[in-house]
Antibody
Framework: QVHLVESGGGVVQPGRSLGLSCAASGFDFGIYAMHWVRQAPGKGLEWVALMSYNGGVKNYADSVKGRFTISRDNSKNTLYLQMNSLRPEDTAVYYC?????????????????WGQGTLVTVSS | SYVLTQPPSVSVAPGQTATITCAGNNIGSYSVHWYQQKPGQAPVLVVSDDTDRPAGIPERFSGSNSGTTATLTISRVEAGDEADYYCQVWDSSNDHYVFGSGTKVTAL
């Protein structure tokens, strides 16, 4: 059974940095693209970033491009999101989500499993 | 960028059918996926590729997609179906994933 556990959330001041992790288990992590999706309080879902199964493809939402960096360590079954220059509008629950397609580049797919999320609050 | 439009809310009596729409320019040429999110919980995939149900999703959930509108239909609505529902596509113009604004389903 797929299990995704996010960690690293917390309260951070505007302009500072924060790193998130997503520990995966129950599936062959190294052959699936992975994503980060966020949800601001009381708002809808917003896709943030993707990384292909082998790390060769990365893509970011325009709202975070240049500030956030997605990475993965397939030997540790872990996905990461480094968030720099944080803004109040980055306040959200951040979910990691598994792509449905094995050996996928993270394109034209969907999210078949989600973690429970970690809350990031950007406030002075 | 591609925009998906959903009605903010849908109300339906238990036992009746809920229809949730997701409108987009020529959405019929996209693969549409649907997620259910209950309060305080992570989203759950309920329909993929327009019409496919993942294992464990009741047959009461079905999807369709044509022209400018994709639809998620929940037959014989139960109190446990109360949730927010989001449609999602992949936008090939920029390789970005797009979600609809979400529809809150209430069983009256």
């Amino acid at each position: 059974q797929v299990h995704l556990v996010e960690s690293g959330g917390g309260v951070v001041q505007p302009g500072r940095s924060l790193g998130l992790s997503c520990a995966a288990s129950g599936f062959d992590f190294g052959i699936y693209a992975m994503h980060w999706v966020r949800q601001a309080p009381g708002k809808g879902l917003e896709w943030v970033a993707l990384m292909s199964y082998n790390g060769g493809v990365k893509n970011y939402a325009d709202s975070v491009k240049g500030r956030f960096t997605i990475s993965r360590d397939n030997s540790k079954n872990t996905l990461y999101l480094q968030m720099n220059s944080l803004r109040p509008e980055d306040t959200a629950v951040y979910y990691c989500a598994k792509d449905d397609l094995n050996h996928g580049l993270g394109t034209n797919s969907w999210f078949d499993s989600w973690g429970q999320g970690t809350l990031v609050t950007v406030s002075s | 960028s591609y925009v998906l439009t959903q009605p903010p809310s849908v109300s339906v009596a238990p036992g009746q059918t809920a229809t949730i729409t997701c409108a987009g320019n020529n959405i019929g040429s996209y693969s549409v996926h649907w997620y259910q999110q209950k309060p305080g919980q992570a989203p759950v995939l309920v329909v993929s590729d327009d019409t496919d149900r993942p294992a464990g999703i009741p047959e009461r959930f079905s999807g369709s997609n044509s022209g400018t509108t994709a639809t998620l239909t929940i037959s014989r609505v139960e109190a446990g179906d109360e949730a927010d529902y989001y449609c999602q596509v992949w936008d090939s113009s920029n390789d970005h994933y797009v979600f609809g604004s979400g529809t809150k389903v209430t069983a009256l």
